[in-house]
């Protein structure tokens, strides 16, 4: 027997040890019986400042057949501590050939040495695992401690209270509430306390039509606690008396409990916090725990005909009655508005499946609520899953408050449950065939033809074929090919892969150039090719969804900084892409929320992406459906696109380039700093302000 035999052969029994090494690959487990037993490995490593992706125990699998799953992962605390103990179990879909093992720390900094690695071969025996000990601070004093146990072939979640391992992290002096203010791209958890540095007053820029965020932060000693805090804005006004024309608006930022199972990122809260901040509910008084921090959310919005100039007031924060020293405020509103018509075409799917679920008493108006968030974040509210094409009604209004595009029909069939949430694939035997054809053309020809009615048509477009391979390509060509004559002028837009074939040199495959718009997850963004295709018509936006990873930007996960969601504003008109589209903002499978407390301890947060919050940019509340701060920094990338194209057409390109460039290096290589794109920002404003100074920057 070969000695890769023997090893995995004793790893059925005992598993095997190794001396401290320093990472890289471990050892190969070669089977010559494959077999489905699951896989259970661990290790221990002691970490030295380590802010890095994989940090873990890593493998890759490969089964009889020659297919392989990679990165099947167990996962060290980062940071620096001493020696750590983790397991974790894998189930093989199908009987495994091989398994390569490595223990990594690597795509950051900092060191780590590891020792103890096994791997064995077994069914489980009650076996806790996973294990990850995390604060429940501010919510209670005390630790959860979450784990899976093993048994048999399966495994379960399981969770337990522990003693508070230590003393409150909080830094405020006893017997006091600190308030302070963050930007709106910064996550700030309920145990991030205040630092020199930090701001003490409000400070907004923004355009006509615009809207704009900033976090008030609370945070109190261990000692203290405030309850009915409520805030009282300012009417603001110029230094002439002239009030500013707008509104603001106060709300509460929700936490969520964090859970195992997401891919890291190096700007995410410390591994041993639980609670993390996304869902903006609506202003009600609330509680600022004792030895936590709680937000609040205040936006801006300037009307079409604000007038240029600095406003200040000050915001009054109430505690059971009392006033608080006051939060001073300045919003700056520039010489300009944008327009009535969002600059960027964007395709966020506000799917009708998940609304009706939660509110079916209530549908119709709940929709056009979620209607409304999306129009105020300058966003479209469009749905790629249609089975039925969008009611006129709806679409008259959305274009009334801005909306540049939307989908008809996504090419699947209607599902035949009613209650099915959304359809984004179908088989290809159901769908190229004439008499699915005919069906789609019967179902989208009356959305047309209202459409043109009422001057919409040039807004239209058609969505197919969700990330399919090259099976389907000659399908493709053929169903594309009929809807230009039945349907002249209405794009077909897909996420299909052919594009990712075409950026790779496949040019021994048919049918990859077929469709009108191609869009290609960020990651396989092809420059030249792009110019190809637009120079043959064709339009090429670009995605993301639960990929890509960091080091690319992403909003779709809870643990990456909601910054990365507004520099893909700069990114996308840096890049030329035609268009963004994330696939769902909606994926409701839980039930609706109660709002009463700014925390939600039975909300899951776990999903089998490893990308945790991929398809959730607003909530369902009880009474409402509630935004959030990742939706809020998409908002304020479309409203960052809408300066740098303004820039561009009063300036030329190259101006805004020369900007944005200061932020974007590559698809890899950007900031990740707030103040930079705020500085970033004033420079576009002042040049827009005063379009002689496009000498500038020539």
Known sequence: MKKTLFLAALSLCTGLSAAEFTGGRWKDFVYDRPDTLPILFGGESRGENVNVIDYCLYLDVWYADGTPEYGVRAAFEQGTHGWQKVRSVFFPRKPVAKIEMFALCRKGGGKAVFRNLTLERREGRGDEIDFIRRTDRPYSDSDEVAFRKFTGRKIAPARRSAPASGPSPSTVESGKVEIWVADSM????????????????????????????????????????????????????????????????????????????????????????????????????????????????????????????????????????????????????????????????????????????????????????????????????????????????????????????????????????????????????????????????????????????????????????????????????????RLQKDFPGVPLMSTAKNYRDLAAGRTNIAHLVSGDWYCPVSNDYDVELNKRLRADGRKVWWYTCCSPYYPYANMASWEYPPVEARILGWMTHRYRADGYLFWIVNKWYQPKMDGSDTYFPDYRTRNGNRMPGDGILMYPGKDSIWPSIKLANCRDAEEDFEYLQTVSSLCGRKAADEISGTLVSSLTDFTRDPAKIRAARIRLAELIENSARCAEVE
């Open 186 to 481: 910064r996550s700030v958890s309920p145990l991030t306390f205040p630092k020199a540095g930090d701001d003490r007053a409000v400070r907004l820029e923004l355009a006509g039509r615009e809207r704009e965020s900033v976090q008030i932060c609370l945070s109190a000693a261990p000692d203290v606690e405030w309850t009915n805090v409520v805030l009282r804005l300012p009417r603001l006004r110029r230094a002439d008396g002239a009030e500013f024309k707008g509104r603001l608006e106060w709300g509460r930022i929700g936490y969520l409990a964090r859970e195992s199972g997401y891919l890291p990122h190096p700007m995410a809260m410390p591994q041993n916090e639980k609670w993390f901040p996304d869902p903006l509910l609506p202003a009600a008084p609330f509680k600022v725990r004792r030895g936590g921090t709680q937000g609040a959310w205040i936006t801006a919005y300037a009307a079409p005909d604000a007038e240029k100039g600095v406003y200040t007031g000050n915001v009054e924060i109430l505690a059971d009655g009392g006033i608080t020293p006051e939060v001073a405020m300045e919003v700056r509103v520039f010489g300009f508005s944008l327009p009535e018509i969002f600059g960027l075409e964007t395709a966020y799917s506000v799917m009708d499946g998940f609304i009706r679920k939660l509110y079916p008493d209530d549908f119709k108006a709940k929709k056009r609520e979620a209607w409304d968030i999306m129009l105020d974040h300058r966003l479209n509210p469009d749905d790629i899953s249609r089975t039925s094409p969008p009611e006129i009604e709806d679409l008259v209004y959305a274009r009334r408050r801005g909306m540049n595009r939307f989908n008809v029909l996504n090419v699947v069939p209607a599902p035949k449950n009613k209650k099915t949430e959304m359809v984004l694939i179908a088989d290809p035997k159901e769908i190229f065939s004439d008499e699915f054809y005919a069906d789609f053309v019967n179902r989208a020809r009356p959305c047309i033809e209202a459409a043109k009615a009422h001057g919409l048509d040039k807004l239209a477009y058609f969505y197919g074929f969700d990330e399919r391979g090259k099976e389907f390509y000659a399908g493709i060509e053929k169903f594309w090919r």
